[in-house]
């Protein structure tokens, strides 16, 4: 199943497509291509936010600017590794039965399942500019990548 449908019946099912996920068996590889894959929608979501400093702001370059995104976002994979291993230590400590990689796959797809938000926002970002709009998009997006982690992580340590 095409990871654009299982991303859509995440927002009804969130458990049901962890389940399935987690039933395909041990791929770090995968694992791995659904970080992959956030980190570049999260990098296209940021386009229309660097286009409008730059507009606005002649003197910051778009390229720079995106350049600087680029890197920033991936000096963040160490970071989500050790997300998922602190959640998986906490989850242990309550008395959780999963994995490493079960507490890494749903923290990925928690973030692969909020990256129709992310673009929202982005286009906000670019669009409106900051104000109440941004920041309700934002605080959408975090809520509802919250949610869906948490019930990601209660499927992988069942």
């Known amino acids: 199943m095409p990871v654009t449908n299982d991303i859509v019946k995440s927002w009804h099912s969130p458990r049901v497509v962890m389940r399935s996920h987690l039933a395909r068996g041990r791929s770090e590889p995968w694992a791995f291509s659904l970080l992959v894959a956030f980190m570049v929608v999260a990098f296209v979501a940021q386009w229309p936010r660097a286009s409008r400093v730059s507009f606005l702001t002649p003197e ?5 600017q995106l350049l600087a995104m680029a890197l920033g976002i991936l000096a963040l994979i160490p970071v989500w590794y050790l997300l998922a291993a602190i959640t998986r230590w906490i989850s242990a400590l309550a008395g959780g039965q999963g994995d490493h990689y079960g507490a890494r796959l749903a923290l990925f797809w928690a973030l692969v399942t909020v990256t129709p938000l992310m673009l929202l926002q982005g286009l906000v970002a ?3 500019g900051p104000g109440p709009g941004l920041s309700a998009v934002t605080s959408l997006t975090g809520v509802a990548f ?13």
């Open 60 to 64: 910051v370059p778009l390229s720079p």
């Open 126 to 128: 670019g669009m409106i």
């Open 146 to 158: 919250l949610v869906f982690w948490i019930l990601n992580l209660i499927e992988a340590e069942r």
